[in-house]
DNA sequence: TATTTTTTGTAACCATCGCTCCACAAATCC
DNA sequence: GGATTTGTGGAGCGATGGTTACAAAAAATA
């Protein structure tokens, strides 16, 4: 779909485009962050991209092929913070503290919308949108499976009980990170958040 | 704007309606709880109510103050038992352990949508819903205040340290609460959820 | 310069959205 | 029965949704 520049030597046919796709790309991002897929226009995403409906479609394809990327785009970019805070610190503890401390300052910045742009997406939406809605659970799948494999390392680390149940432990962190892009969709602070991720982590003492 | 029946023995003047009120509310209810408000078309409304356009303006007004009505109801019938449980046991603990279950038990009912109406309304829209998304908002803040009340309670009777912050306590609880909705969405089974409610509880275990 | 290739601007298209109008139907009151 | 009141059915409205068609514009190639 996308032609790729195989020789960078050689220089593009035809009339250059007028935008920077991976900026238009961002801004759409954004916009879909904030207000989901439904409850953004087409009107909207091309405003705030800069670019007429021709170019959109030239360009995106559609409005749900654009709404793929900027989900990619995303998880990309969450994918970043989220792996790096489970690397983090010695302990399966720490690695989990870091975790939510990551997830309250990205869900929290003042250069994006707030809350998590996955967690909240198409939780309820009309049925002509069931495969978007599939897609982000199998997101939100994504990142509790990463949960489950860093608690399982630490079992592996002696760090957590061999009879730890790693699917429910999994769950309530996956919980709780749902939770605080809801919390932080409805306003709550950075310093909110970050207390809310501490005693989330009392589950681990005892 | 609803005419009461003061006298009961007059009988209503006019060519009776052809539908149950409450009937056609409680299933308009239940397709936003499934579909959010924007999810869910005017003529799917009227279809599941088994009504007319005409009937429909007649008798709520409008889609939007339908879905007012529809609130209502949901948080007058999710109120019931989030009161009752947090009113059973000794402890605080005791109760919020009851709060966990009885959630458990509403988000994951087989004879409504999945999951908590409230929790997972109105996090992404359009602006021109961001009325509709602060009363979403106000309505997670009576949950939270409920639970911080009942958390204060705790205090008084000795049950919880004196120190202990209620804001931050309730607006955890408050969060593992939202998040239990969403996994219910994405289709976490009941025993799931009250794992993930039972290990929230750790916090009280200092 | 002519040709080819790609992007852009403009103007529509068609379905759906929430909603209104109005003539008619069905009940009570006098 | 006639008047009054209230609900119903159906046609259709203006606005907006996402999408497409088409020709002009801007670049490389020949």
Chains 1, 2 share one sequence.
Request: with cysteine; charged share 20%; net charge neutral.
């Amino acid at each position: 779909m996308v032609t790729k520049n195989i020789q960078t030597q050689r220089k593009a046919r035809g009339r250059p485009s007028s935008f920077d796709r991976e900026t238009a790309l961002m801004a759409a991002m954004r916009l879909f962050w904030d207000r989901g897929y439904e409850g953004t226009s087409f009107d909207d995403l091309t405003a705030v991209m800069g670019i007429s409906a021709s170019s959109f479609y030239n360009s995106f394809g559609s409005k749900e092929a654009l709404y793929h990327e900027a989900i990619d785009a995303y998880a990309r970019q969450a994918s970043a913070w989220f792996v790096a805070a489970l690397e983090t610190g010695q302990t399966t503890a720490d690695a989990f503290r870091a975790l939510f401390e990551a997830a309250a300052c990205a869900f929290t910045r003042c250069d994006s919308p707030s809350g998590c742009m996955i967690a909240s997406a198409a939780t309820q939406c009309s049925p002509a949108q069931s495969r978007l809605k599939e897609l982000m659970i199998d997101q939100r799948r994504l990142a509790e499976d990463a949960m489950k494999q860093r608690l399982a390392l630490g079992v592996k680390a002696g760090d957590l009980a061999p009879t730890t149940d790693l699917d429910a432990l999994a769950g309530y962190f996956s919980t709780v990170m749902q939770g605080l892009g809801i919390q932080a969709r409805d306003g709550a602070s950075r310093e909110k958040l970050i207390e809310i991720g501490h005693m989330a982590l009392s589950v681990f003492k005892q």
